[in-house]
């Protein structure tokens, strides 16, 4: 029972670090705000993983998960670019903008819940990916103006729930001795976050927008493949007489 309950722990404390995230935003704290839901990342991407070295997957774990990363990876953000920038904005402007966000980020989980078959690959913007290039962007408000954080907040909503295919890394599994040591990890990893939140906040954005731009750019590429092969099979130079 307990070795059963071990994944959703760490599925709810990314939900818990969700909360603190918002709570944090509200009361201006937006780089404790961010590196919380950067941690929430780090325990998102445990839980899967610990499940199957343990052998204790379930579709409770599974819904669970998802529900939580609604809140941490959804709502937390869209809230914390919310109070950074958007809240000085037109107020139809600002809340339609940060509904956005979560409604797409829900879609995109949903839409994942409900596929069969397993694949190599997300279809879409995965929501912790989303969620922390977001939270991450919101730290340079000084230096961008409201209207590009707009631009690449939708930006961020449509990825989620295009059909731009991403890698998925959570296929690579544990061995059951590092699940022991884990907590080790995660706690270190949030000591070094908590006394330095902007610069490993800040740090953690250039591998996220890496990974976010990777998947637009091979998606553009097998386009261009694909308008290439159409044209040659078109091409009555190319057919056979």
């Not at 404790?32 to 204790?56: E, N, P, T, W």
């Not at 609604?70 to 402007?93: H, R």
């Not at 959570?170 to 006394?195: E, S």
């Amino acid at each position: 029972m307990i070795t059963k309950s071990i994944p959703n722990m760490f599925t709810l404390g990314n939900l818990a670090l969700g909360m603190i995230a918002m709570m944090l935003a509200l009361n201006g704290k937006f780089s404790m705000a961010a590196i919380m839901i950067i941690i929430a990342m780090l325990l998102d991407g445990l839980d899967g993983r610990v499940a199957r070295a343990l052998h204790v997957q379930s579709e409770f774990g599974k819904e669970l998960d998802s529900l939580s990363d609604v809140i941490s990876f959804g709502a937390a953000p869209a809230l914390l670019m919310y109070m950074v920038t958007l809240q000085g904005m037109p107020d139809p402007i600002a809340w339609t903008v940060t509904a956005i966000f979560p409604m797409c980020g829900a879609i995109r989980l949903a839409r994942f819940n409900v596929r069969t078959g397993a694949t190599g690959y997300f279809v879409g913007l995965p929501i912790p990916a989303a969620g922390g290039v977001l939270a991450t962007l919101s730290l340079f408000h000084l230096e961008i103006s409201g209207t590009y954080m707009i631009i690449s907040m939708l930006l961020l909503s449509y990825l989620m729930i295009s059909r731009v295919r991403y890698p998925n890394f959570k296929k690579v599994g544990l061995p059951k001795k590092v699940v022991i040591g884990a907590p080790v990890v995660i706690v270190i990893a949030v000591a070094i976050a908590v006394m330095f939140p902007e610069q490993i906040s800040k740090l953690i954005f250039i591998p996220l927008v890496v990974y976010a731009v990777y998947g637009v750019q091979k998606s553009i590429e097998r386009s261009l493949r694909r308008r290439r092969h159409k044209k040659k099979d078109d091409d009555p130079l190319h057919t056979d007489n």
